[in-house]
């Protein structure tokens, strides 16, 4: 995770390296909101530093002294979901030997964010719909509500508009959540801080002995996607620090095998072209290009995919090894890119 402080940030310690101007903006707007209790929901790829806008709100509020309490809604099935948000009583089911006190009220005076928010299931979205208007939670196996005083924040690295069109989100519930909405961007969206994270991060591990580095390797790094954005742009130094102790750092050295598209794409369409039955015999038709991106690669396979199978959601899915909600969410993130 990334847990940054530069001396370019003011002294009240932004947890985000950054000089883009939209950064900027977002963490001055983190701020400002901060001093209210409205919800918040906070939506970007995953890596971009949902987690830290959060706690950033969470420090900056009169509630700061208080818990600040984190929950992971895709880590757990939704039944021990229920049992971790709200808490149980003894008995309340097999294997509940003795109470437990639920994360919200674990949170009281403080803090609570609901990670991944997206991946919770409609019918324990409707429990927490009814948490946020009553302000009170029963516990699993509970005969009294608990009343409870907690702000409540949201992150997702999904589009939660497009969900509740799917029926996979409750509009309700979005609604009552996206109050303030914050959407962070992707790295490859503010390139100009590649360089500035990079030095943060060579510093961080190497402290003294960070090397020198040179502007062609800048170069090529900034224009690299980095999909798995910050998160990944910081495993990467941490590898090239390691790697390259005695030495000034190579590409290689931070993006080992991340620069083999080509032979992925060549490798993934080998792969659906083995798996395809017989009336799918003919080899996809990539047309893989120098600089093309790991997005831009997926696409023209998943569109390609589709073609093959004649729009059949269901089979290409299956044969791109994901499922028919993940595919849906690609052709419609590409329908709002031709829109935009």
């Known amino acids: ?43 970007g790829e995953s890596g971009t530093g949902k987690e830290l806008i959060a706690r950033l709100i969470h420090s900056s509020s009169a509630r700061s002294s208080q818990p600040f309490v984190a929950v992971n809604c895709a880590a757990l099935p939704a039944t021990l979901l229920e049992s971790e948000l709200f808490g149980h009583e003894k008995g309340a089911f097999t294997g509940a030997h003795t109470r437990k006190i639920g994360r919200f009220e674990m949170a009281q005076g403080g803090t609570i964010l609901l990670d991944e928010i997206s991946e919770m299931d409609l019918a324990l979205q409707a429990k927490l719909l009814r948490v946020l208007q009553e302000r009170e939670v029963d516990r699993v196996g509970g005969k009294e509500p ?25 509009a309700d519930l979005f609604y009552r959540l996206n109050v303030i909405p914050l959407t962070l961007p992707a790295l490859r ?18 402290g003294a002995q960070a090397p020198m580095i040179p502007n062609a390797l800048f170069e090529s790094l900034e224009n690299y996607p980095w999909p798995g954005n910050i998160r990944e742009l910081q495993n990467a130094v941490e590898r090239a620090a390691i790697l390259s102790r005695g030495r000034d750092p190579k590409e290689a050295d931070f993006l080992i095998g991340q620069r083999s598209t080509p032979t992925l794409a060549q490798q993934v ?48 899915a299956k044969l791109l090894g994901i499922s028919i909600r993940t595919l849906r969410n690609k052709l419609n993130e590409y329908k709002e890119q031709e829109l935009s």
């Open 1 to 43: 995770r990334e847990t940054l402080s530069e001396p370019t940030q003011r002294a009240s310690a932004r947890p985000i390296v950054t000089n883009d101007r939209m950064m900027i903006r977002i963490l001055e707007v983190a701020e400002a909101v901060a001093k209210s209790d409205a919800t918040v929901l906070i939506q």
């Open 189 to 206: 969206e503010r390139r100009g801080d590649v360089r500035l994270l990079i030095q943060h991060f060579m510093k961080k591990y190497l």
């Open 146 to 170: 608990i009343n409870i005083d907690v702000r409540v924040l949201a992150t997702t690295n999904r589009n939660l508009e497009q969900s509740v069109e799917n029926g996979e989100f409750r």
């Open 269 to 316: 369409t080998k792969e659906i072209d083995n798996a395809m039955p017989a009336v799918y015999e003919e080899e996809l038709p990539l047309q893989i290009k120098s600089g093309m991106t790991v997005h831009e690669v997926e696409k023209q396979l998943i569109l390609e995919t589709l073609k093959s199978t004649n729009d059949n959601r269901t089979q290409a």
